[in-house]
């Protein structure tokens, strides 16, 4: 096991380990950090999801599944391209929805069968363990730790943010590959720190060892996830669109079908997000164009979907919590003709979904607020 201050900082390692200029690195979908690292060291990655995993109103259990026979011949054109492929439980940015095992274990046996490393990003893989036994054949009767066991055991290299894995802070590398380790190892005193530690105190790699146990209990992991279902019902019946089925780490709504006209480079999923902060100060995230990176050649690279996340962690929220953020994103929903699009007044060229600053393309902010105060009076 390799320790590092954050999850990020793992694919950081990853990629300087694994990735020549000009590299490709197949994966079923991205994540904002892993992609900036892959590109920064001058490699791409190729998405290979299933089209299931695109389509918000898809029905299918797992919608985080890779699509073999794309990725089957992905890897044959490119052979020589690729030194490593990424694996993403509870893809991130396209709702949370989770992979099958079954999924899992085709890719990895791909990749053994090429003489391609194999890469888990495990950061979100309670929720997922959780979606394979309550949801896939085969799985009913097996304990989350089996489960885990079989999925990690099948790839070559393990990665994960504690602070979601675990409940902590800081990320692990593991893998029982010495050579591969051998190759990652000398990076953690460059960036992290020394070997034993990796930038964090003793006390979060106690906390994650906790919370790794912790994750073994299906009564602790199924909470996030019924919170979430809960949430997404209730939108649901309101006609509130929502990615469905109901995945892990929050309830993303859909912007693209919020708005229907606004043009794609206004950024219909900010636009949802500061209307929820107006409407209600709740806190959602972009998950759609503002969160994607340009192209290398400086022109913008739309989101196949334009979502805006609620993140539901376990053991923050109670459910009249939830009921309160139903009601608002439900205002929200039946005023989404007052609302406007954005554009960036501040863009920075790393990441630019954290620090970046946008302004409304109208003065739509100001009549939602009109409509908000005639609606609710002075009330709050
Ligand atoms: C959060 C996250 C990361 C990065 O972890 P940090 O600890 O925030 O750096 C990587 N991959 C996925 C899928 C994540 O959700």
Known sequence: MLPAHQGRACENIIAEAFCRPGDLVPMNFHFTTAKAHITRVGADVVELVAAKGLDANN??????????????????????????????????????QPISAHNIKEVAEICRQEGIISVLDASLLQDNLHFIKTREEGYKDKSIKEIMFEICGCVDIVYFSARKLGFA?????????EKLMLRMKEYVPLYEGFLTYGGMEVRSMEAIAVGLYETLDEEYINQGPMF?????????????????????????????????????????????????????????????????????????????????????????????QLEYVADRVKWVWDNRELIGGLRFVEEPSVLRFFFGRLEPVSDWQQKLVKKFRADFGDSL
């Open 228 to 320: 979430i279902e809960h949430l997404v019902n209730e939108l649901h019946s309101y006609g509130v669109p929502v990615v469905r089925p109901a995945g892990g780490l929050g309830v993303h709504l859909n912007a693209s079908e919020f708005f229907p006209d606004m043009p794609h480079g206004e950024y219909p999923a900010g636009a949802l997000g500061a209307a929820m902060y107006i409407a209600g100060g709740i806190r959602g995230m972009e998950r759609g164009t503002i969160s994607e990176q340009r192209e290398r050649d400086g022109s913008e690279r739309y989101a196949p979907l334009e979502l805006l996340r609620l993140a539901v962690p376990r053991r923050v929220f109670t459910l009249s």
């Open 169 to 177: 802070r800081g990320g692990c590398i593991c893998s029982n590959n």
């Open 59 to 96: 029905l299918d259990p797992f919608k985080g599944d890779f699509d073999i026979p794309r990725t089957k011949q992905f890897i044959k054109d490119h052979r020589e391209q690729i030194q490593w492929l990424r694996i993403e439980t509870g893809t991130n940015l396209i709702g949370g």
